[in-house]
């Protein structure tokens, strides 16, 4: 065998078919030209989780339409660049378990060395359903027996307390394919009924799909709802509310959420869980430095210099708003707080 460079390397020379996706902050794909340049350093890694890469492949032979899967987790540097040493001991691992056949089945010993392997990943269940739902959808393979339940379970009003039957394997399924008019309109009509059993894991599940405006929309109204309620205080409530809000994670660069996050921050309070959600999860829709400043004021008001120093580290690591963040360190027109905040953080690093 050749020498292995590459993760993109050693999957094609072991005349592998495979897919790649990022399933850090959501699930998306990543194209096998990004992912290239992302393992040659040429371009840090665009999402970044905790000061690592979180990598799903999916990969199979042409003969063989059931692909195997790879979850890894790989450090960054301070730069947001793949750590080449850590790239490199997984892939001497691989060859080590397996040479060039990445998809045969592994003896007793084999096992053991692929299961010490210090890079494998074991994200939440709710992700691993939608990876397994993107990969089956765009592998066009049939979805679990859990989506025809789940349409079945949103087109029957005032059954919405029979919730029981339906499977977080049918709500992924159905998120996947909310492009789809008839699921679009569906889900718009349902919407403000779905007690939070249902609610709540779908909207993890809508987090990292684009959809109509019409669907925006709507999640947008019921939002208002939730965060104009009177037990605005209540935990469940906030739950709720930083669920809505995530569902639009992959919308946030719409004008309608822009605006709406905006509106946000120009209020007098706001819950660390809303704030902790829109940094976590609508992080693009802080690529603004008016927005971002807003966003940082916000935090200080929390009163906790651990929360601002976690999320002050975590968006600054993020390619896109890196040098946002730096503008809002250096601009005149920051309060005193947030100079201090800033400040104490960097006596502490």
């Known amino acids: 065998m050749n020498t292995i460079d590459t993760i993109s390397q050693l999957l094609l020379s072991s005349n592998s078919q495979f897919r790649i996706y990022d399933i850090g902050r959501k ?30 492949i999916a990969f199979w032979q042409k003969q063989s339409s059931q692909p195997y899967l790879w979850l890894l987790k790989l450090p960054l540097d301070e730069r947001g660049l793949l750590n080449q040493g850590a790239r490199n001991h997984f892939i001497a691992i691989i060859v080590e378990a397996l040479g060039s056949d990445l998809t045969q089945d592994a003896n007793d010993q084999q096992e053991e060395l692929l299961k010490s392997n210090p890079y494998l990943y074991t994200p939440a269940q709710y992700k691993l359903a939608t990876l397994n739902s993107k990969i089956k959808l765009e592998l066009k393979q049939a979805p679990s027996e859990y989506l025809s339940p789940f349409i ?16 977080v394997q049918g709500i992924t399924d159905f998120s996947v394919r909310i ?36 669907l925006i929309e709507s999640i947008l109204a019921l ?17 709720i509310q930083q669920h809505l809000l995530r569902s639009l994670a992959s919308n946030c660069q719409h004008p309608h959420v822009e605006t709406f996050i905006a509106n946000l921050l120009q209020q007098k309070e706001l819950a660390a869980e809303l704030l902790i959600t829109v940094s976590g999860k609508c992080w693009l829709s802080l690529a603004d430095t008016k927005q971002l400043m807003a966003f940082f004021e916000h935090l200080i008001n929390c009163n906790d210099q651990a929360l601002f120093n976690s999320i002050f580290k975590d968006l600054v690591a993020i390619p896109a708003i890196r040098p946002i963040v730096f503008q809002c360190m250096r601009t005149p027109e920051r309060s005193e707080a947030l100079s201090k905040a800033i400040g104490q953080l960097f006596n502490q690093a």
């Not at 079945?152 to 499977?167: F, H, I, S």
């Not at 208002?224 to 739950?239: A, C, G, M, R, Y």
Request: proline fraction near 7%; charge should be negative.
């Open 223 to 239: 939002l208002q709802v939730k965060l104009t309620s009177n037990n605005n205080s209540t935990e469940s409530l906030i739950q």
């Open 152 to 167: 079945t379970y949103m087109a029957e009003e005032n059954n919405w307390d029979k919730w029981q039957a339906v499977g």
């Open 27 to 56: 699930i998306e794909k990543i194209s096998k030209e990004q992912f290239e340049k992302i393992e040659l350093n040429q371009i840090p890694y665009p999402n970044p989780a905790q000061g690592h890469a979180c990598i799903a």
């Open 179 to 214: 492009r789809e008019p008839q699921n679009m309109a569906l889900l718009v009509e349902a919407l403000p009924h779905l007690p939070n059993e249902v609610l709540l894991p779908l909207c993890s599940a809508l987090e990292n799909e684009s959809f109509s405006v019409d």
